[in-house]
């Protein structure tokens, strides 16, 4: 994956805008541990970007967060990789849709753990905030539980 292809990638932002965008150094990226790339707009930490190879084509979506909420007496969870986070730890990320829907502002969201980290809590290689569920699944049915639901949330961005 390099800059060029993240930047045609991005099915539901202006060239023009992508050209524009800011992608981190991807020489230190540990791309086995990954499902999908993702990383947070450094100017506007509302925004992020998520890349994910799907057949034989990479699909990149922007995405907007929701802001953070200063109540954590409840718990909210992953609708990725179902982690359980204190309130804050998820924010509900929307995308436009790509092509004439999303010109029309029409979008589609999904809670996913704020930080975007899925792929190392599934893998375990970092701690859940508040502890990982009891499941009876092993690493690769996690893996196939977050790109099945990743799919599933694409397939709406790209309808």
């Known amino acids: 994956m390099t800059q060029d292809e993240i930047r045609r990638s991005l099915v539901n932002m202006s060239r ?16 086995d541990d990954l499902d999908f790339f993702s990383w947070a707009d450094g100017r506007d930490l ?41 309130v804050g730890g998820t924010a509900l990320f929307s995308s436009l849709k790509g092509g004439k829907e999303g010109r029309l502002g029409n979008s589609v969201g999904l809670y996913m753990c704020r930080n975007l980290a899925c792929s190392l809590y599934a893998r ?31 397939a709406k961005v790209l309808q």
């Open 16 to 31: 023009s805008r992508s050209k524009a965008l800011t992608i981190p150094v991807l020489d230190e990226v540990e791309w």
């Open 46 to 86: 509302s925004r992020a970007y998520l890349v994910v190879q799907r057949a034989d084509q990479l699909v990149g979506v922007e995405l907007r967060a929701t802001r953070r909420t200063t109540d954590f007496r409840r718990k909210s969870i992953c609708g990725l990789c179902f982690t359980t986070h204190p």
């Open 124 to 154: 375990r290689k970092i701690a859940a905030p508040m502890g990982q569920m009891d499941e009876t699944l092993d690493l690769d049915d996690r893996i196939g539980r977050i790109r099945k639901n990743l799919a599933g949330f694409l």
